[in-house]
C-alpha cells in the first residue's frame, strides 16, 4: 500500500489532500514518523524519523495522530482481495504482503493481473497499491519500491541483473544506515557494484551477511513463502522501547533478564523448548538488527538461556553505542517431552506467540 497511514488520513479528511502530513505520535512522547505522505517526502520526512526531527524540517508538514480504530479493517479488505485471486498469500505487515501466483496466471497475464488487483483495491478502500514482481520476493520488493507510487512493475525472468544493476544499494531489505555508510565509504552505490565486490572484504566487513548482501543484489533469495499454519509456534519473543536511548550495560543487562525470564515462563506456559536465542537491537538512529546462537540442544532452563542472550549483548555494548529497544526471544521451538499432554494442545497452536512490554 502507498504511504498507507498518511493515505488513510488524507483520504477520510479531503482538507489534508495533497498536504504534507505526516502521521504518529506527538514529538514530546518520543513520537516517531509512522508514515509520509509524498509531499511530506518531498521535504525530506519518511518513515522511523523522529517526530521532532520531522516537524523541524518544514513547517508545512502537518502531523496527524493515528486513526481511531486502527487500521486492521481496511488491511482485511485488502487481503481479502488478495485471497480471492489465490489462497498462496503471506501478509507481512499491516499494508504489505507477497502472493505466489504461479499456479494462477501465466507470464503474459501477470500485468493484467496486477491492474485487476489494483482496480478492486481502489474500488474497495479507495487507496493506492503498488504491486512488484519477480521470480524472488527480493526481486518482487524492490520492483514494488522502485514502482511507488500507484505503480506495477514486474520483471521478467533471466532480466533480474539487468534491473537491479543501476539501482540503489538503500532500496535492499537489510541495508540499513549504518551498512549504507560502510558500502558507500568503499565506493559501493549501486547493487551492481554490490554484485561485484570483493568476497573477502564483504565477510571481513559483514560477516555472513556478506554473502548474503551479494545474493540479493543479484537477485537471489527465497521465492517460498511461508503461512500462519506453517508458523504456528516458531517463535515467543519480548522487546521493550527505552523512554531514552541508553548505553548503559546494566539497565540493558537487567532488561535482557527481565525479558528472558518472561520468555521462558510463556515457554513452560506452552509446553515448549527452544533451541535458539535471539536478542532484538534498535540504535539510536533506528538501525535495526538481530543477534542469534544455538544452544547445544533444545531447553526451557532460564539460567542457560540467560547466559546466552547476555553473552550476545555484551558482543554488541561499546562507549557511545545508543540503544532505543532490546528484545530477547526464542526460536527453533519443539514440545517438551516431559510436559503434560494438555500443554500441548495449549496456547501455543494458535499461531506465532509474541509477547511486547
Known sequence: MD????????????????KPIVVGGPPESRGVVAAASYEARKLGARSAMP???????SPDIIRVGHRKGGYG?????????LQRVTPHVQQISVDEAYMDVTDVAGPEMLEPLGREIKRRVRRATGLAVTIGGGVTRTVAKVASQVGKPDGLLIVPPATEDEFLAP????LLSGVGPVTLRALNARGIRTMGQLAEADDDWLAKEFGTRGAWLKERSLGGGSSELEFEDERQAKSISSETTMRTDTDDGETLSGLVRDQGAEVV??????????RTV???LRLADFTTFTRQQSLPRPTDDEAAILAVADELLRRELAPGREFRLIGVGVASLEPALDQPQEAETGPATGGQIRMRL
Open 167 to 170: 539501482l540503489d544499494v538503500s
Open 278 to 280: 535471539r536478542l532484538k
Open 51 to 57: 517526530m521532532a526531527t520531522a516537524l523541524r524540517l
Open 3 to 18: 504511504a498507507f497511514f498518511a493515505s488513510v488520513a488524507q483520504r477520510d479528511d479531503p482538507s489534508l489532500r495533497d
Open 265 to 274: 515462563q510463556q515457554m513452560r506456559r506452552s509446553g515448549l523448548i527452544a
Open 73 to 81: 479493517n481496511i488491511s482485511r479488505q485488502v487481503m481479502t482481495i
